[in-house]
Nanobody
C-alpha cells in the first residue's frame, strides 16, 4: 500500500511563507497526478493545487491561492511540495497530500495522507 506522509506545517504570521512536503513510499512516476487539499476549521476539504506527474502538463490552482502557492514534484526524492507565500489567515487549515488522476479535466483522489496543520496568525 502506498503511503503519503506530509510534513512542514506549523504556526506562522500573515505574510510569511511555508513549504509543505509529501513524501511518497513509491515511485511517483507510476502515478498519474498528485494534489494538495486543505480543510479550514469547520469547513469542507477543498482542492488547493494539483499537478500531472507526466512532463508537459501544467499544474492547476484554486483561485484563492493563484500567484501565492506553487506545487512541484521531485522524482528523485519521490516527493511533492507546496510552496506557500504571502500566507493569509484564511489559509489556516489541515493540509492533505493526495494521489489521484484527472477525469474529464477534473482531479479525482485515490488516496490521502494523514495531513499537516498550518496556522496563520494575523
Amino acid at each position: 500500500q502506498v503511503r503519503l506522509v506530509e510534513s512542514g506545517g506549523g504556526l506562522v504570521q500573515a505574510g510569511e511563507s511555508l513549504r509543505l512536503s509529501c513524501a511518497v513510499s513509491a515511485n511517483i512516476f507510476s502515478f498519474t497526478a498528485m494534489a494538495w487539499y486543505r480543510q479550514p476549521p469547520g469547513k469542507q476539504r477543498e482542492l488547493v493545487a494539483s499537478i500531472p506527474i507526466l512532463i508537459g502538463n501544467s499544474p492547476k490552482y484554486a483561485d484563492s491561492v493563484k500567484g501565492r502557492f506553487t506545487i512541484s514534484k521531485d522524482g528523485a526524492k519521490n516527493t511533492v511540495y507546496l510552496q506557500m507565500n504571502s500566507l493569509k489567515s484564511e489559509d489556516t487549515g489541515v493540509y492533505y497530500c493526495s494521489r489521484g488522476r484527472y477525469i474529464g479535466g477534473v482531479y479525482v483522489t485515490d488516496s490521502w495522507g494523514q495531513g499537516t496543520q498550518v496556522t496563520v496568525s494575523s
